[in-house]
Each structure stands twice: as C-alpha cells, then as structure tokens.
C-alpha cells in the first residue's frame, strides 16, 4: 500500500501491566524504549523507574526526548555495575521505597549474570530472582515492566519464558514497526511525506510531542506537534 493511501498514525503499544521483552533493531537502538518510558509518564501520575546494565539510560538523551523538562523530576535511573549490584536494586523494586510508579524499565537485564565472575549455575539463579523480583514489582504496582536483552543465548530463555509480552521494533520504510510473535500487537509510528522516514532523535521528539498532547500533558512548544500531523 502507498504512503499516498495511508491515514497519518503516531502510535506506541499499548502495555498491560506485567513483563514485557522488547527486542529492538540496532539501528533505532534504545530510544524506542526510552520513548515508551516517556509516554508511561505521560500517561499516568507515577514516577518511572529505569534500572540500567546496558550503559544506555543516557540523561542526556531522555532531556532532549522529553516535550517538557518537568517530566525528567519523575524518572530515577540506577546502575547496577555487578551481577549483585544488579539483583538488590531490583529486589528494592516491590519495596516500600517505590510508591505507585508508571513503569518499570530494565534495559540489558541479562548483562551482568553473563559477564559475572560466579559460576554459570549461580549467576542464572542471581537472574531468575531478578526476574521474580520484576514480577512481583509489576504485580505489587499493578505496572507495566519493561526489559532488554543484550544478546540471545542461554541466558535468553530466562527470560523469554518470564515475559508476559514479547514486542520486536523493528524499522521499516514508514518508520518504526512495533509487533509481537502473533502478530497481535502492530503500532505503526510514522510520516506521510514521500513515504520514508528516519528514526532519528528529532523523529522521536515529535512523536512524543503529539503523544504528550494526547494524554492532555504539557510541551514546550505546539510547533513541534503540528509538524506530525
């Protein structure tokens, strides 16, 4: 179907409560997770809560994504630097310290249990407590989590196995594709224009501006929204 026959759509999937793998393609990297995070905030009243192991949760990044500098104040990012960092950040989750959050978001989760100094046995017992950890989390808060994978191997089963949902984003010449296995969940990001687009960092701050304005949540600005729609 021509870009010339399509209605404009600036959609993100939609997340129940519970774990949800995504699988992103490298060439869009982290930002669609972090655009997901952002729209979590937008959506609801609580804060979000990033534990990275990837060395992706980039602040950096998150400012310019973010329509509005005052939704940065509700986001806590922590870094787990070893495999034992990583389990009691995430065991701290379900705890009293965490009250009534958006999201959850864990990128890289299975990093550290692969690079850990431990046995391979324990260092998978390190992960299926963490992911037990963002289960009850997710059920504690009625949330939902989001996890990334570095790379597929063992370690992958864990946590396939545990997810609740598992998204793939991957590019395509209208933009950013999200779906699942089943083909049940298919948000289409993207641009009429000439059909093609770029899943660039200004591309991602409009959509988050036009998202935003849905939910009836402050932009700097209407001229970024305008220009998406």
């Given at each position: 179907?021509?870009?010339s026959r399509?209605?404009?759509r600036?959609?993100?999937?939609e ?5 949800t793998?995504i699988?992103v393609?490298?060439d869009p990297?982290?930002t669609?997770?972090?655009s997901?995070l ?11 809560y990033w534990?990275d192991a990837?060395?992706?949760a980039?602040?950096?990044r998150?400012?310019?994504?973010a329509p509005d ?5 509700r ?5 787990g630097?070893?495999?034992y960092q ?8 379900a705890?009293?310290?965490v ?5 959850v978001?864990v ?6 249990y692969?690079?850990?100094d431990s046995?391979?046995k ?8 963490s ?6 989390a997710?059920?504690v808060?009625?949330v939902?989590?989001?996890?990334t994978?570095?790379r597929?191997?063992d370690f992958?089963?864990l946590?396939?196995?545990?997810a609740?949902t598992?998204?793939y984003?991957?590019?395509t010449?209208?933009g950013p594709?999200?779906t699942d296995?089943?083909?049940d969940?298919d948000?289409?990001?993207y641009?009429?224009?000439?059909g093609w ?16 304005q ?5 932009v ?8 998406v729609?």
């Amino acid at each position: 179907m021509s870009a010339s026959r399509r209605q404009p759509r600036v959609e993100l999937p939609e997340l129940d409560s519970g774990l949800t793998l995504i699988d992103v393609d490298v060439d869009p990297g982290v930002t669609p997770v972090q655009s997901l995070l952002l729209d979590r905030v937008f959506a609801g009243t609580g804060d979000a809560y990033w534990v990275d192991a990837a060395g992706t949760a980039q602040t950096t990044r998150l400012r310019e994504l973010a329509p509005d500098q005052r939704y940065l104040d509700r986001i806590h990012v922590a870094r787990g630097f070893t495999a034992y960092q990583q389990t009691s950040l995430l065991d701290r989750l379900a705890g009293e310290q965490v009250t009534s959050p958006s999201v959850v978001v864990v990128t890289g989760i299975d990093r550290l249990y692969r690079d850990s100094d431990s046995s391979t046995k324990h260092a998978k017992q390190l992960l299926v407590r963490s992911i037990a950890a963002l289960a009850r989390a997710a059920r504690v808060h009625d949330v939902p989590v989001i996890v990334t994978r570095s790379r597929e191997d063992d370690f992958r089963k864990l946590v396939v196995n545990a997810a609740k949902t598992h998204l793939y984003c991957q590019k395509t010449q209208f933009g950013p594709r999200f779906t699942d296995a089943a083909g049940d969940v298919d948000a289409l990001v993207y641009n009429l224009g000439d059909g093609w687009v770029q899943t660039t960092l200004a591309y991602w701050q409009e959509v988050l501006a036009h998202r935003a304005q849905r939910y009836d949540s402050p932009v700097v600005s209407e001229e970024a929204v305008s220009r998406v729609i």
